[in-house]
């Protein structure tokens, strides 16, 4: 026995004794970026504002620090403040020392590639100024005219900035230019059906679809791709994939904190525009698409168009039996007490904002028919979880019903996507002794789990493929367009009914939602001892 095979036999064995499972041992490709990217100068629109501050500049420097970033690279902070390229460094500066596992040393060198400018959002005249401004530096720092324009601005914003970029000539590519010009679009991509096609018939006044990014930042999170991997790479599990053998799905994006300090953009959301027309949806297209004969971007998102088109028209004349809604009241997280989301600041105090739902969905078509999904999002729950759990069928017939009195629990597989990432699978193992009885055990595999590798945060995957121009991880309009045209009937609904109050039950914060939902839930989520 050679030396090699000697310690992966120790090291399995040490497992076993603990209980653990392992991988074989074969070294993972370390998946870093394959390609040379293009150099180019990154454009923040709503620059000093908290997105940039807490999810994108934090996500540039990580990058910088692992050498992920173009060389040359730029970045241009815009906003209606007025500040100094220095007074800009220092507060981005500021902003990513929160962030204390980020190697700081490295700051001075990062800071140099920052810029701002301060530009009014509704004057041409300040954007062929921005223009003009980006002209120079790409002349300066060789970035070859190569821009995207993230907007990190309130959703009303979206329209008239981007037709400004477009008037300024900033959209243009090619020759004149002599680069590329990308333009990234945060959620919620319009408001209901018509706001959204509205939104994307201006953007596409000055861009071609491949110059749009509309982000999702769940579709970046290693987890939610492992998705796919996970049940595409691997052959056992496809075949039960299916309404033959799963009773149910429940995907869960729970989260403990509350709206926080943006109550002016919740107030006009709520969960249902927030989470679910977004990234649920993803969660749940992830889980339900068919194999696409490539991975390649489009044919990805054609398959999830297709789920889409299954989305059964929601019984909006039976809401009360698919859809329960919910509002946070007082509480307590952690042993401290919270606010109700009344009393937050800026929030109205009689607002009818729901900040909990619980969906009940069902997808026509024949992988799901019958199978219901259940999707589940809220704010001042108990704890943050983010899961897709696949509940199986119970065995069809029980061979053991003369010996045992007990209900055999059927498999259910968990793909955790927060706090841990892990996938965990349960099933039956006999009791170890002379008498016959069942145990319910899990079989955990933890992601990270014999990786040494970096780690990208999502925001940091979301630039890298902007950058190399994949939209593989980016909403396309006609997803955007069908997710809408499924939701806008049950928000029409739901605002505009004389029961909208009744609709919409007080949850405590820190529990686990709303009393309905709660019996639900409990009945769903006995997991096995
Ligand atoms: C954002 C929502 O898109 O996602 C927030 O606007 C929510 O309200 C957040 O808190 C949750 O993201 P994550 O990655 O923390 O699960």
């Known amino acids: ?60 420097f990580n990058l910088f620090i692992n050498g992920g970033l173009p060389d040359p690279f730029l970045i241009v902070g815009c906003s209606r403040t007025q500040m100094s390229d220095q007074a800009f460094r220092d507060k981005m500066k500021d902003a990513v020392m929160q962030f204390q596992d980020l190697d700081n040393s490295k700051w001075p060198e990062f800071a140099r590639c920052l810029y701002y400018r301060s530009i009014d959002y509704h004057n041409l005249e300040s954007f062929t100024e921005l223009a003009e401004f980006l002209r120079d530096l790409d002349e ?48 919620p991509f319009g408001r209901d059906l018509e706001t959204a096609i509205d939104l994307d018939r201006s953007i596409h006044e000055h861009f071609q679809e491949h110059q749009i990014f509309r982000i999702d930042h769940y579709l970046a999170k290693e987890t939610v791709q492992n998705v796919l991997m996970f049940r595409f790479a691997n052959s056992i ?203 319910s055990v899990t079989m955990n595999f933890n992601y990270l789990q014999n990786y040494t590798g970096p780690v990208m945060e999502a925001y940091e995957k979301v630039l890298i493929d902007c950058m190399s121009g994949d939209q593989m991880l980016f909403w396309r309009q006609d997803g955007v367009e069908l997710c809408w045209s499924f939701l806008t009937p049950i928000l029409v609904e739901c605002e505009t009914c004389g029961d909208r109050a009744e609709m919409l039950y007080p949850y405590t914060g820190g529990t686990w939602g709303p009393e309905p939902f709660h019996k639900l839930w409990q009945s769903q989520m006995t997991e096995p001892g």
Not at 34 to 41: G, V, Y
Not at 172 to 178: A, C, K, R, W
Request: charged share 25%.
């Open 1 to 60: 026995m050679g030396p090699e095979k000697q310690a992966l036999d120790t090291r399995v064995e040490t497992a076993l004794t603990e209980g653990r499972t392992i991988d074989l041992g074969i070294p993972a490709k370390q998946c870093l970026m394959e390609n040379k990217m293009d150099p180019c100068a990154i454009v923040i629109v709503g620059a000093s504002g908290d997105l940039t501050g807490r999810k994108i500049l934090p996500a540039l």
């Open 140 to 187: 300066r720092f060789k970035t070859n005219g190569n821009r995207i324009f993230y907007l990190a601005i309130p959703p009303t914003l979206y329209r008239p900035v981007s037709e400004l970029i477009g008037r300024a000539g900033l959209a243009e590519e090619g020759e004149q230019n002599n680069g590329w010009s990308r333009i990234v679009v945060e959620k």
């Open 237 to 439: 599990f496809e075949p039960i994939w299916n309404r033959r053998y799963i009773e149910y799905v429940r995907i869960t994006a729970a989260e403990s904190i509350g709206v926080e300090h943006r109550a002016g953009y919740y107030e006009q959301t709520g969960v249902l525009r927030d989470m679910f027309q977004n990234h649920m949806m993803q969660l749940l297209a992830m889980t339900a698409m068919d194999p696409p004969s490539l991975f390649e971007a489009d044919q990805v998102r054609d398959e999830k168009i297709r789920v889409f088109r299954s989305l059964r028209p929601f019984p909006v004349d039976k809401l009360n039996d698919y859809l329960i809604l919910g509002q946070y009241g007082p509480g307590e997280i952690n042993g401290e007490k919270v606010p109700g989301y009344r009393e937050e600041p800026e929030v109205s105090s009689d607002s009818l904002i729901p900040t909990f739902a619980m969906m009940k969905i069902f997808l026509d078509n024949w992988r799901w028919q019958g199978v219901p999904f259940f999707l589940t999002s809220g704010k001042r729950l108990a704890e943050k979880l983010t899961e897709i759990v696949i509940q199986f069928k119970e065995v069809p017939h029980s061979m053991f019903r003369q010996t045992l009195d007990e209900h055999i629990t059927a498999n259910r597989l968990i793909l955790r996507i927060y706090p841990d990432e892990k996938i965990i699978l349960t099933f039956q193992t006999k009791n170890p002794g002379a008498k016959v009885c069942l145990r």
